[in-house]
């Protein structure tokens, strides 16, 4: 596929379990620490997607574990098994908003921070642990630990010299998508807008290495291999003064990715939401954060810090949503 091979597999992908292992009624709340509602809603929905929740209650991490220090693996492994294993109906995140500053530079404590900064920081943390005591690890290799297994997936991005037609392909591994939405009214139509082809001209003129020289061409990233979990991010951010798209985008329940695939030919690849983030505020630099999770018993709860509420499907699909969470 012009994607070179991993020299190793840092996880096995058949022990991935994407069905919950064990059925129960959802766990605690999240205690607000001051300004960390940013962070409950992503501790939430990491606890609530199934694969990532199974190996971390499994304890297979802490037991190899060798890591001095700060290790986000071991972490979310303890609040993980805290949040869905205790019978307490509030939990205090207090390891994670501790260690805040190993997990992104940015963050600090009695701030407000950005959900989606937080959980691209969070999966970074996770990744970096799950290479640690693994040196030398090529480029392929790093996109088998069980965090790129389970949200990991790769970009095509073909671009197209409009002088001559030469082809130029180059792949990149992603973990979650950001997607414009000034435009689009709902996530399909997003999508769509993602895979559609761009036009580089001007001053984005790329050089074609048939004619050797700086030339117009045409840019067309599309999803070539699917992550078992898609995340995705409705870019609410007008510009950058903090004014936010506050429209509603219209997400479903089912999600099918064939379309925005490099290879549109073949069975549908479908996706079934299993948790989404919401920003209220009218702007993005102030506001709250409150996310919806499907747990482990099929029912879906708004969970708003410590409160955990039961609501239903019409209720979740009606929102001013910011991150999607879907599972294969």
Known sequence: EGMALPQRILFPPEEICMDWQQRQRPGAGLCNLGSTCYINV??????????LANYL??????????QQGFCMMCIMEAHVRKVLRSSANVIWPRAVVRDLKFIGEEFEPDMAGDAYEFLRCALEAMQRACLSGSSDVDISSQTTTIIHQIFGGFLKSRVTCLRCQAVSDSYKAFLHVLLDIKAPSSLTKALE???????LDGK???KCSKCEKKVTTSKRVTVHRVPKVFTVCLERAADHTGRKISKIVEYPEYLDLRPYMSDTAGEPLLYSLYALVVHSGDTCLDGHFFCYTKASNGQWYKMDDESVDNCGIHAVLRQQAYLLFYAR
């Open 193 to 199: 807008n993602f895979v559609t082809p761009k036009n």
């Open 57 to 66: 209650l499994s304890r297979d991490h802490s037991q190899l574990c060798h």
């Open 204 to 206: 984005y003129c790329l």
């Open 42 to 51: 992503i501790l939430q929905c990491l606890t609530y997607t199934p694969p």
